[in-house]
């Protein structure tokens, strides 16, 4: 059975933030970069613990997915077999704040 995948209020703040940007300069990279992003999560529902721990924060159920320059930031939740995906985060940002 796959994970079910629940992207945060924050992580769609990110996401829309990221977008919003980039779309200033150039419209279609910021869409197909926003896509791209959603994209990398889908993975995870038969995946959970394909990305890396966050090297921040060495917690097993803490991981990320890097699609350079951002971190995907999520929380695994075996027990329910839930994602939480908790930040896109640009890495010049630093430690994500989770």
Same mark, same amino acid.
């Given at each position: 059975m796959d994970y079910q995948i629940i992207t945060s209020p924050r992580a769609i703040l990110d996401l829309a933030e990221i977008v919003r940007y980039i779309a200033q300069?150039? =419209?279609v990279a910021a869409a197909k970069l926003g896509y791209a992003l959603i994209e990398k999560t889908k993975i995870? #529902?038969?995946w959970p613990e394909m990305g890396r721990m966050v090297p921040e924060f060495n917690l097993p #159920? /803490?991981?990320e997915l890097i699609l350079p320059p951002y971190r995907i930031v999520?929380?695994?939740n075996h027990a329910q077999? /839930? /994602?939480?995906?908790a930040r896109f985060w640009? =890495? #010049?940002r630093g430690i994500p704040q989770v």
């Open positions: 300069d150039n =419209s995870l #529902a038969e #159920a /803490i991981r999520y929380r695994v077999k /839930i /994602i939480g995906v640009h =890495s #010049a």
